[in-house]
């Protein structure tokens, strides 16, 4: 592993004598010895666990910056997609955007770094800069944050006139640096993402202060009452968002039995090197269990019901006319790590398998 690790250090010209060398020439080989290193082949597997290769380490260390950007995608959103191989990255190299937008209040800056994105989902990563002389460790970060309210404002092609636009998000911080907190928004709608659009990001800290006196403060479901008013400041970031969707829609218009007991029809089921979606008419069946098998024989299984705030996502809007209790679920499921679509060979939901080749 040294030998390994001084040869990559001559590649980053870490010595002067050195001449520099082409960064995707680094890049293949930098790949090459994460892959042959067995602890870098366990941090592949866990969502939340983080690299410690002295390879993957060194190459941020003396510039990985440059690395990702020779692919469009920022250090930090490579590490959370667990460091995809060059293969892997040209998967996606349409769905990845670089909008370098900002925005500014009270000395608090948003710089939105990366977009990535599939028909029915986008993540947003972005940094938040606090003013000179404020810091907060990785703690102090994860409290502040619990105060502010961030969301995505985007218009949404429709897959049909009964689909409303419900969405589902997640996000997490991924480092904290001083004043730097560096973090992403995930957004999963029903609706289609057009490929050319406007998109705005608010990010807003908030300062909470009872609805009435000190004296009277009332009650309401077991907590005092209290209204969000700004705080430290309130930020909108608009940019032109850009992306070609880089998956496969298979149009099923077939009735789905689940347990005998259910009236649906699977519509849909759209596939990316970033999610699976699933979208049904019919009774709310959004805690269904969805079956992936790969051509290698592997499957796994997800469910709204199991998986959620993890990996899996279910939502169902009663919005079809005339009728109350039946609407349209959407059952989606994000990858953990860059998935190459040809791999897989079915999803099955109920009594319907849909065959990907």
Known sequence: MNQRLDRLKKELC???????????????????????????????????????????????????????????????????????????????ENAVDTPMATGSDNGYTVNVLNTLADRHGIYVLYELLLPAGK???P???????????RGISISFGII???????GVGRREILNTEKNKITMFEYMGTGGNLYENQPITLTVAHNRFVSMTDSSSDEMIGGTYAQKAEKGDFAISV???????????????????????SNDNILKTVDVSPISVWIT????????????????????????????????????????????TRQGITNIGYVFNEIMDVDTIYSITIGDQTVMLQ
């Not at 049909?160 to 419900?166: C, H, I, W, Y």
């Open 160 to 166: 049909d006139e009964n689909n409303m636009l419900v």
């Open 280 to 323: 049904a008419e019919g009774d709310d069946i959004q805690n269904a269990t969805v079956d992936i098998q790969f051509k290698d024989g592997t499957r796994c299984s997800y469910s709204n019901k199991t998986d959620r705030n993890r990996n899996a996502f279910g939502m169902f809007a009663n919005n079809l006319t005339g009728n």
């Open 14 to 92: 870490f010595e002067k004598d050195v001449k520099v060398a082409n960064i995707e020439e680094i890049t293949k080989k930098v790949y090459f010895l994460i892959r042959q290193d067995k602890c870098a082949k366990n941090v592949r597997t866990k969502r939340y666990f983080r690299p410690v290769l002295a390879a993957a380490v060194l190459l941020c260390a003396a510039g990985i910056s440059a690395v990702a950007a020779s692919f469009g995608w920022h250090e930090k959103l490579l590490e959370y997609f667990h460091y995809p191989t060059e293969e892997q990255l040209k998967m996606v």
């Open 139 to 149: 703690q102090e970060a994860q409290e502040y944050v619990k105060d502010m309210t």
């Open 238 to 260: 608009r940019w032109d968002f850009a992306y070609r969707d880089t998956g496969k829609s298979f149009v099923v218009d077939k009735k789905l039995d689940l347990n005998g």
């Open 135 to 137: 810091e907060l460790d």
